[in-house]
């Protein structure tokens, strides 16, 4: 200050003074020299501002900027900065940095449910337990959302990270308390570590953050390495979502049909519309390949409806010609299901196919409609309005709860297959497999038995009044011109 004072007359700055009550105050000082006449200095006027607010101003600014305001946690900015500078040091002193990546697995549904007060409350709770797991050195972030991340400092082993991924984990499936109600969230954590996974913050939170997809996707409440085979998948994964935007505007699918056969007499009764996706090299992809991902992407929706109209229309078209009476079953995906416009699409579609209404079947699986039961019942109901017929397929593998299969207007039971398999290798699966079909008689639905592959299966569903089987054993999936071929020879036996 005097230096300044005497070399240019003046000073500016911030000082820290005391006020008269002993309170430390931050305070903005400029000194200014008079002069006297000689040109010596006279006089010091000194001008001073209390600046306690706009500096109380300044830290909430800093705050807002690099803060989560409402768990208090540093923010997306200030762990991507943070990030950075760890790496540096890491990288220098040659030790490791993990990044953990962590998403709340139910917490939209606490959101939907209890509300978004809720939510907060929930998410502050969350960001005190991860605080409390973790050392002071580590830097617990929350990137928005139900967002997470933790960097762990200083360490010399990956094995370490492990163990904090799981406590971690563990954690955060105990149940938590909010607004007095009790609710199950559990986390899915992705973890990427310097410098194996990458040698750049933005590289490690990426890897991270597919590191924590794949945890979800493997059931999620755990933990994931990240690792160089999920590149790989991933871009895979990337590859064959293109190939299939293309494969939709090349209409490079084709629609399968395997017969469905009434065990009684032997004759085909229907089919069971199956999709097929022919590369041009020829190279044929299955349905359990790309149907996930068509469905992840939304693209199962054009794609699902181009298969009901094909499938209508065939069918239509083999009614007439051959004077049948044949009944198609289509699957509808879950996505198609919930898709707002469902009941005017298969409308629409099946009328302009010229299919009579009463000879579509939908086939549905049951966790697609267990997500929210009372919805799913008012689509189940306008679609049986239309006067199509519903059938929940794969029965056996998800919820089967009784009480809400009383409530579901559908009108088949579709036996899984796995049931049907071992059949004769299990004692157990022959009981099930006697259960579903007299339960669904007694509730009045029809039963379709799925997979039958040898003639001792049929024989067992004969015996307990099974009324139709699907299966190699009977037919393959056919392409149409072979199924034409099967249903114009008129009626079929075994
Ligand atoms: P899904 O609906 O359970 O279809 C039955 C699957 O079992 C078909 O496989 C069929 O070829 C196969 N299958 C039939 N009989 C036997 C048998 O005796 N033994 C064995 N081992 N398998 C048998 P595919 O065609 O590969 O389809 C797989 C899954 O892909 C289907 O399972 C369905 O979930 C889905 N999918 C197929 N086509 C479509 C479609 O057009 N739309 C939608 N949304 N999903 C479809
Ligand atoms: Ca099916
Ligand atoms: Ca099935």
Known sequence: ?????????????????????????????????????AGKASHYVAIFADITTKKQTEEQLEKLAYYDPLTELPNRMYFHEQLRKTISISGRREDKTAVLFLDLDRFKYVNDTLGHSAGDALLVKVAERLQWLTRESDT?????????????????????????????VDALAQPFEVVGAV????????????????????????NADLAMYQAKERGKNC??????????????????????????????????YQ???????????????????FKPDGTMVSPS???????????????????????????????????????????????????????TMVDTVSRDAGLKHHLLELEITESMVMGSVDESIATMEKLRGLGVSLAIDDFGTGYSSLNYLKRFPINTLKIDQSFIRDLH????????????????????????????????????????????????????????????KLVSTGPQTL
């Open 1 to 37: 200050m005097w230096h300044d004072i005497t070399t240019t007359g003046r000073w500016e700055g911030e000082i820290w003074d005391r006020r008269k009550s002993g309170e430390i105050f931050p305070k903005w000082l400029s000194i200014t020299t008079v002069f006297d006449e």
């Open 140 to 168: 617990v972030s929350r990137l928005g959302g139900d967002e997470f991340t933790i960097i762990l400092r200083g360490l010399d082993r990956t094995d370490q990270v492990a163990s904090i991924a799981q406590n971690v």
């Open 183 to 206: 609710v199950h969230i559990g986390a899915s954590v992705g973890v990427s570590v310097f410098p194996d996974d990458g040698a750049d913050a933005d590289t490690l939170i990426k």
């Open 223 to 256: 933990y994931n390495f990240y690792s160089l085979d999920m590149q790989d998948k991933l871009n895979q994964r990337l590859l064959l979502e293109e190939e299939l935007r293309q494969a939709i505007e090349r209409e490079e699918f084709v629609v399968y």
């Open 259 to 277: 017969p469905k056969v009434d065990i009684a007499t032997g004759r085909v009764t229907g089919m069971e519309a199956l999709v097929r996706w």
């Open 289 to 343: 390949e790309f149907i996930p991902v068509a469905e992840e992407t939304g693209l199962i929706v054009p794609m699902g409806k181009w298969i009901l109209g094909k499938a209508c229309q065939q069918t239509a078209q083999w009614n007439q010609r051959y004077g049948l009476s044949l009944k198609v079953a289509v699957n509808l995906s879950a996505r198609q299901f919930q898709d707002e416009d469902v009941i």
């Open 425 to 484: 290798e299990s004692s157990e699966d022959a009981s099930i497999v006697r259960a579903i079909i007299s339960m669904a008689h007694s509730l009045e639905l029809s039963v379709v038995a799925e997979g039958v592959e040898t003639a001792a299966q049929l024989d067992f569903l004969h015996q307990h009044a099974c009324e139709t089987a699907q299966g190699f054993y009977l037919h393959r999936p056919l392409c149409s011109d072979d199924f034409e």
